[in-house]
């Protein structure tokens, strides 16, 4: 392994951030296992689509998934009737990147902190 190209599906869009992320890791990826990736972009149901068809994939290491928490963490808080269980039919490999998330709002509202935007939404 691996003996022919590997697909890197990214169950988002084009220019997405989970996209541009994952052709980052491909080129690298694949000059060190001297093989093609292809990213593969499986866009739909946010992210749930391309991740369902990693998780029903032949477990033979040619099709990887490169993704977000959404549809690993999130989806299956939110729904008992998912295409796929990310605990038993996927396995972790490796955290490529972090991402913060920020709440910004107009200063003209006053909110300098976290407690001001609550009292301000209240």
Same mark, same amino acid.
């Given at each position: 392994?691996? /003996?022919?190209?590997? +697909?890197?599906? @990214?169950?988002?869009?084009?220019?997405?951030? $989970?996209?541009?992320?994952?052709?980052?890791?491909?080129?690298?990826?694949?000059? /060190?296992?001297?093989?093609?990736?292809? @990213?593969?972009?499986? $866009?739909? %149901?946010?992210?749930?689509?391309? !991740?369902?068809?990693?998780?029903? /994939?032949?477990?033979?290491?040619? !099709?990887?998934?490169? !993704?977000?928490?959404?549809?690993?963490?999130? %989806?299956?808080?939110?729904?008992? %009737?998912?295409?796929?269980? $990310?605990?038993?039919?996927?396995?972790? @490999? +490796?955290?490529?990147?972090?991402? $913060?998330?920020?709440?910004?709002?107009?200063?003209?509202?006053?909110?300098? !902190?976290?407690?001001?935007?609550?009292?301000?939404?209240?």
């Amino acid at each position: 392994w691996p /003996a022919r190209p590997i +697909t890197l599906v @990214v169950p988002f869009p084009p220019g997405s951030s $989970p996209d541009i992320i994952g052709r980052l890791v491909a080129e690298p990826l694949a000059a /060190a296992l001297g093989q093609p990736v292809v @990213v593969d972009n499986k $866009p739909g %149901a946010g992210g749930n689509l391309g !991740t369902g068809m990693v998780a029903k /994939a032949e477990p033979d290491g040619y !099709t990887l998934l490169f !993704t977000i928490q959404g549809p690993l963490v999130t %989806a299956p808080l939110l729904s008992k %009737a998912l295409p796929y269980d $990310p605990a038993r039919e996927l396995a972790p @490999v +490796t955290l490529v990147a972090t991402s $913060p998330n920020l709440l910004v709002v107009d200063p003209k509202l006053g909110a300098d !902190t976290l407690a001001d935007f609550v009292r301000a939404a209240k």
